[in-house]
């Protein structure tokens, strides 16, 4: 079958790459065309747009790009019309892929929609439109079942992706050494894979780096970046950058710095104390503030429906209070252990590895029935 997945984001990318994999397996003679990235380019089929030229984050970002994102969304449904896919697969991505199911679904496309967009924490009433739009929605997160239960929605737990991911994940026994890394304790710094949080979020990383200097601060570079990019935030400070490394480096960390998103939830599962940092625009915060229903904004807390990791948002996340909260993280045992002792509780919550595969398997046999 012919397979047209859409990812505008690096966590996307990772999660259509496995997908991916998993339809491969169960369909030998799978054709792909997508919009992503790197990993999923590994996997074979036809990149059409990388997910670099389309991650916008933020209410002001999309507006001041919103000639970029117009022509993608245009880009994107002329090849799907060439393409002809026997089912569409959308991956999270919701302000582009919302739209990119509206179209399809009126050209009488299927359309499968993997990692509900989350709609449970602000308009909520944009189920409506994912009811109309979208023929199979396969969620990722035990809460959401009732949350589309509550608006007359038939949905597909396929448990959480990430789970496959650190399943998969070998350490590299000479990680350390290769990367010079040995003599210290290591703290590792996830900026996130986008230039406006790298640009808010690593200078105040640095900065507690300097206050920790018994420990060797490394960070997570994202690959469609290089260490030189990074360095212009950091302040002349001497921090590495590896790439294409992240769970090698989490693996080796007594705590971590993560900027709010899917590595959070990485982090918890690779069993790694952190803070959660988010910056933003000051205009896109106001905003965010008044729509947005959710106590937390790390998965780990979402989960858990309660402060496991802390949160420092906005005004909270600058060096002072950051260092603060790292002092606890490797300093204080019972803090650390309580910590720990929720992650426990959050891996029997998430459940098994298997969403790919799972996912892939439902996505082949709707398509047969199509």
């Known amino acids: 079958m012919k397979y047209y997945l859409v990812a505008g984001e690096a966590s996307g990318d990772l999660h259509g790459a496995n997908l991916m994999k998993a339809l491969k397996e169960k369909d030998p003679k799978a054709e792909f065309r997508f919009f992503g990235g790197d990993l999923m380019e590994a996997e074979g089929g036809t990149l059409i747009k990388h997910y670099e030229d389309m991650a916008f984050m933020g209410f002001v970002e999309v507006v001041a790009n919103l000639g970029t994102i117009l022509k993608n969304m245009n880009l994107c449904k002329k090849d799907i019309l060439t393409y002809q896919p026997d089912v569409l697969v ?38 409506l439109k994912i009811k109309r739009s979208v023929d199979h929605l396969f969620c990722i997160l ?32 000479g990680f350390l050494k290769n990367n010079m890394l040995i003599g210290k304790k290591i703290v590792a710094l996830l ?64 705590a971590a710095i993560v900027a709010s998103g899917t590595a959070t939830l990485e982090t918890a599962l690779l069993n790694v104390p952190q803070v959660v940092v988010y910056k933003g625009n000051a205009i896109t915060i106001g905003i965010a503030k008044m729509l947005v229903k959710i106590k937390f904004i790390s998965l780990v807390n979402l989960i858990m429906d309660k402060e496991v990791v802390k949160e420092l ?28 002792a929720d992650y426990d509780l959050l891996d029997q919550r998430m459940g098994k590895p298997g969403a790919s595969a799972k996912t892939a398997t439902l996505i082949i046999k709707y398509a047969s029935k199509k």
């Open 90 to 127: 959308l991956i999270d991505f919701p302000g582009f892929n919302l739209k990119i199911a509206e179209f399809a679904k009126k050209k009488g496309l299927l359309v499968c929609y993997y990692i509900s967009p989350k709609v449970w924490a602000w308009n909520q009433k944009r189920v």
């Open 142 to 173: 035990p809460f959401e079942v009732e949350f589309y239960k509550a608006w007359g929605m038939d949905i597909d737990y396929v448990g959480n992706p990430l789970l496959d991911a650190v399943d998969a994940f070998t350490p590299n026994p």
């Open 191 to 254: 900026p996130g894979s986008r230039k406006q949080e790298i640009s808010r979020l690593l200078p105040e990383m640095a900065k507690v780096a300097g206050r920790f200097t018994n420990f060797q601060f490394v960070i997570a570079g994202a690959p469609t970046f290089d260490a030189e990019y990074y360095r212009q935030y950091i302040g002349g400070m001497h921090i590495p950058v590896v790439f294409n490394a992240t769970y090698d480096l989490l693996s080796n960390a007594e």
């Open 313 to 340: 948002i906005q005004q909270d996340c600058d060096f002072h209070t950051i260092a603060n909260e790292l002092d606890k993280l490797v300093g204080l045992e019972d803090y650390r252990n309580t910590m720990l």
